[in-house]
C-alpha cells in the first residue's frame, strides 16, 4: 500500500516543531507513550462503546477539529472523532492519525487494542471505505464467473502487482465465485499497457488469468480501455494500492489477505 500522506505529515509536524514518530507519540513524555493503546495502561475499550460517528455532534471533538486545522492549515481534515481510549482520531481523507484535546502531539501508525489484539485503526479505515457493491460500475471490470457465480467480489488491481498475484493464487480453487476486477495501473510505467492489452483481448479474462496465474504477458490489443475510468473511481473510493478487495456485504480489504479471511466475508 503506497500513500503520499505520511511525507506531507512529517512535513507538517517539522515544520511545527514536533517529531514524528510512527506508531508512537509526537512530542510527548516517553514514560507514557504506551498509553495510546488502551484507555489506561493494561485495559482495553470500554465494553459496548465506539466511535461517535459525527465530529459536529461532539463539541470537544469539533473544538480539536478546528485546533487541529489552525496548526496543520497544509492539511485537510476530514473529520475528527472522539474514541473509547482517550484520544482522538484525526481523518485525512482516507488517512488517520491520533491526537490529545488540545493537539500537544500527534501520532501516526496502528492503534492497537492491547486486550483483543485488534488493529483499531485498520478496522476504522476498512468502514469508513465501506460502499455498496451493487453501486460499483461493474461494466469497467473485467468479469470471471467460477461454477454458479453466486458470490460476488471486486479488485483493484495492477498488472504488476507482486501481492496481487499471491492473492489471484490464493483464490485460485474457490468455487461459484464471480471475481470483477477493476485494472488500476498505478505501479509501473508500462502497467497502463498491459491494462489495455488485457482489456482489449478477445477474452479478458482468461488473458488476465494467463498473466497473473501463469505469467503469460498479454498480447498486444488495440481498442478504448476504460483506465481513466477507473483511476477516477479509485481516487473516488480512496484506493491507495493494490489490490484492494471490495465485497458484496459493502466492507473492504487492503492487501493480500488470507484466504480465510476472504472466505469469512464471501460466506459460503
Given at each position: 500500500?503506497?500513500?503520499?500522506?505520511?511525507?506531507?505529515?512529517?512535513?507538517?509536524l517539522?515544520?511545527?516543531?514536533?517529531?514524528?514518530?510512527?506508531?508512537?507519540?509526537?512530542?510527548?513524555?516517553?514514560?507514557?507513550?504506551?498509553?495510546?493503546?488502551?484507555?489506561?495502561?493494561?485495559?482495553?475499550?470500554?465494553?459496548?462503546?465506539?466511535?461517535?460517528?459525527?465530529?459536529?455532534?461532539?463539541?470537544?471533538?469539533?473544538?480539536?477539529?478546528?485546533?487541529?486545522?489552525?496548526?496543520?492549515?497544509?492539511l485537510?481534515?476530514?473529520?475528527?472523532?472522539?474514541?473509547?481510549?482517550?484520544?482522538?482520531?484525526?481523518?485525512?481523507g482516507?488517512?488517520?492519525?491520533?491526537?490529545?484535546?488540545?493537539?500537544?502531539?500527534?501520532?501516526?501508525?496502528?492503534?492497537?487494542?492491547?486486550?483483543?489484539?485488534?488493529?483499531?485503526?485498520?478496522?476504522?479505515?476498512?468502514?469508513?471505505?465501506?460502499?455498496?457493491?451493487?453501486?460499483?460500475?461493474?461494466?469497467?471490470?473485467?468479469?470471471?464467473?467460477?461454477?454458479?457465480?453466486?458470490?460476488?467480489i471486486?479488485?483493484?488491481e495492477?498488472p504488476?502487482?507482486?501481492?496481487?498475484?499471491?492473492?489471484?493464487?490464493?483464490?485460485?480453487?474457490?468455487?461459484?465465485?464471480?471475481?470483477?476486477?477493476?485494472?488500476?495501473?498505478?505501479?509501473?510505467?508500462?502497467?497502463k499497457?498491459?491494462?489495455?492489452?488485457?482489456?482489449?483481448?478477445?477474452?479478458?479474462?482468461?488473458?488476465?488469468?494467463?498473466?497473473?496465474?501463469?505469467?503469460?504477458?498479454?498480447a498486444?490489443?488495440?481498442?478504448?480501455?476504460?483506465?481513466?475510468?477507473?483511476?477516477?473511481?479509485?481516487?473516488?473510493?480512496?484506493?491507495?494500492?493494490?489490490?484492494?478487495?471490495?465485497?458484496?456485504?459493502?466492507t473492504?480489504?487492503?492487501?493480500a489477505?488470507?484466504?480465510?479471511?476472504?472466505?469469512?466475508?464471501?460466506?459460503?
Open positions: 500500500m503506497n500513500s503520499r500522506f505520511p511525507a506531507l505529515l512529517a512535513r507538517a517539522c515544520a511545527a516543531g514536533l517529531i514524528l514518530a510512527s506508531g508512537a507519540w509526537a512530542g510527548q513524555d516517553p514514560a507514557t507513550k504506551d498509553q495510546v493503546y488502551s484507555t489506561v495502561p493494561g485495559a482495553s475499550a470500554p465494553a459496548g462503546k465506539s466511535y461517535s460517528t459525527e465530529s459536529v455532534s461532539d463539541p470537544v471533538a469539533q473544538a480539536v477539529k478546528e485546533r487541529f486545522a489552525q496548526r496543520f492549515s497544509e485537510s481534515v476530514t473529520a475528527v472523532r472522539r474514541t473509547p481510549y482517550g484520544i482522538f482520531e484525526v481523518q485525512l482516507g488517512d488517520l492519525v491520533y491526537t490529545d484535546e488540545k493537539v500537544t502531539w500527534v501520532m501516526e501508525g496502528p492503534l492497537i487494542d492491547a486486550m483483543t489484539r485488534r488493529d483499531v485503526t485498520r478496522e476504522r479505515q476498512e468502514k469508513l471505505g465501506s460502499v455498496a457493491f451493487d453501486e460499483l460500475p461493474l461494466d469497467l471490470a473485467v468479469k470471471l464467473v467460477r461454477g454458479d457465480g453466486s458470490r460476488k471486486a479488485i483493484f495492477d504488476n502487482c507482486g501481492y496481487c498475484k499471491q492473492l489471484h493464487k490464493t483464490l485460485q480453487n474457490e468455487d461459484n465465485l464471480t471475481i470483477y476486477t477493476f485494472l488500476f495501473p498505478i505501479l509501473a510505467p508500462d502497467s499497457t498491459k491494462s489495455r492489452d488485457v482489456w482489449c483481448a478477445k477474452n479478458p479474462a482468461q488473458a488476465w488469468e494467463d498473466w497473473m496465474l501463469r505469467g503469460k504477458t498479454p498486444t490489443a488495440e481498442c478504448e480501455a476504460p483506465i481513466q475510468q477507473v483511476l477516477a473511481l479509485g481516487q473516488k473510493l480512496m484506493v491507495r494500492g493494490t489490490p484492494a478487495i471490495f465485497f458484496q456485504d459493502g473492504r480489504l487492503n492487501g489477505a488470507p484466504l480465510e479471511m476472504i472466505q469469512a466475508r464471501l460466506g459460503k
